[in-house]
């Protein structure tokens, strides 16, 4: 997302008063999102200028609860979840890296095949044999929209439309 700010901004705009917006993101900066902290200090053992995903917003702790404040959001809370992630084997983790989905996903595959491979090798290090557990740590917030807002930019139908829809009784 170019502009994250405008991003929640958008959220508190299309969502009713007292309603509830939320958002979370993988903690990158802080490499508790094992899977991506493995990935991104292989990545820049092959190319040390590579930065990876470390000052995307939303990846240090209280970003976004800021953000959402910011954005004129109330009761905003914020925190942290924990997963853990299994996987069978090195091939199960390395898979979903080659779909090129995501940050990591788009920058291997920009990469010459034989950089692509040193990568590989280098995260391949970083894991044990046969089946592991990963930790994946997100930081997270929500808040709600103040009661005073006014719907902005949203028609809502004539109460006469609603009553005419298919299947309604009349």
Known sequence: MRDPDQGVREMVRVTRPLGTVAACMWDIAGGGMTMLRIFWTAAHQVDGTVEGERRMAGTTRGDIAQRFKRAGLENVVDGVLVAHAEYRGFEDFWEPFTLAVGPAG???????A????????????????GPFSLDARAWYARGAVPSGAAPRGRSRPHASAIDRRPGSKS
């Open 114 to 129: 034989d950089q692509q491979a040193r990568v590989r090798e280098a995260c391949r290090a970083s894991i044990p044999q």
């Open 106 to 112: 788009h920058y291997l595959r920009s990469l010459p």
